[in-house]
């Protein structure tokens, strides 16, 4: 954990996922958006149907790249926009982010993760999946990605109370949530977890128990 001089008034109270990828590969790393082509449980009736109600028409992927071009065209249309604000970046990491990207066979997600990590400048993948949507099989490819790559996960929860989930139709428990967490701490692959403060019907108390829980499962 970095030290922070309270003192500067730029200083941050909190360890900034900028400052961690600085720390990381010493200097500045940006998130390229990119669409995988991959549907979603909750939007085929595997699990259900209609989709989570905080996600969008496009699956939580308003800012990614089209899925009408190839992969590593999505790329580099997405590092050339984002060199707009960083014109001196030189490292990025590929982020599979809308809909639920593990949801496929593992020689399909080979296929498609692998086209990007071989691009020029990528130092690493975020991938942005479902709890329910991480069978052995994939955990075991991952845990080898991560051998090779910079890697993480990214798991939507949003919430840890029942009562909420069901009524933002996640289309998966809390529980399992916890099996996927314990699965891929296994393997030592980075998680990180998504929540939603303000969810219809949770007060102060219950946003505060699903961070404490987050922290400490």
């Known amino acids: 954990m970095s030290i922070f001089n309270l003192e500067d008034p730029n200083a941050k109270r909190y360890h900034t996922w900028n400052q ?5 590969f010493g200097e500045k790393v940006f998130k390229v958006a990119l669409d995988g082509g991959f549907s979603c449980p909750n939007r085929d009736g595997r699990t259900g149907g209609g ?5 969008s028409e496009s699956g939580s992927g308003d800012f990614a790249q089209s899925a009408l071009d190839p992969l590593p065209v999505q790329l580099r249309k997405g590092i050339a926009q984002q060199h707009k604000k960083w014109p001196q970046a030189r490292k990025y990491l590929a982020y599979f982010q809308n809909f639920t990207n593990t949801y496929a066979p593992v020689d399909v997600l080979r296929a498609r993760y692998e086209q990007v990590l071989n691009e020029p400048g990528v130092v690493g993948l975020m991938i ?3 709890a329910d949507c991480l069978p052995p099989d994939t955990i075991e490819y991952l845990a080898e990605l991560s051998q090779r790559h910079y ?3 990214e798991l939507g929860l949003q919430t840890i109370h029942e009562s909420t989930s069901r009524l933002i139709n996640r289309g998966h428990t809390y529980e399992t949530y916890l099996k996927a967490v314990e699965a891929l701490r296994r393997h030592d692959i980075q998680i990180c977890t998504h929540l939603i403060n303000g969810l219809p019907g949770e007060d102060h108390a219950m946003m505060m128990e699903s961070l404490e829980r987050v922290l400490l499962d």
């Open 151 to 153: 890697l993480w996960v």
């Open 51 to 55: 989709g989570c109600t905080f996600c």
């Open 128 to 130: 942005g999946t479902r």
């Open 20 to 24: 961690h990828l600085k720390d990381q």
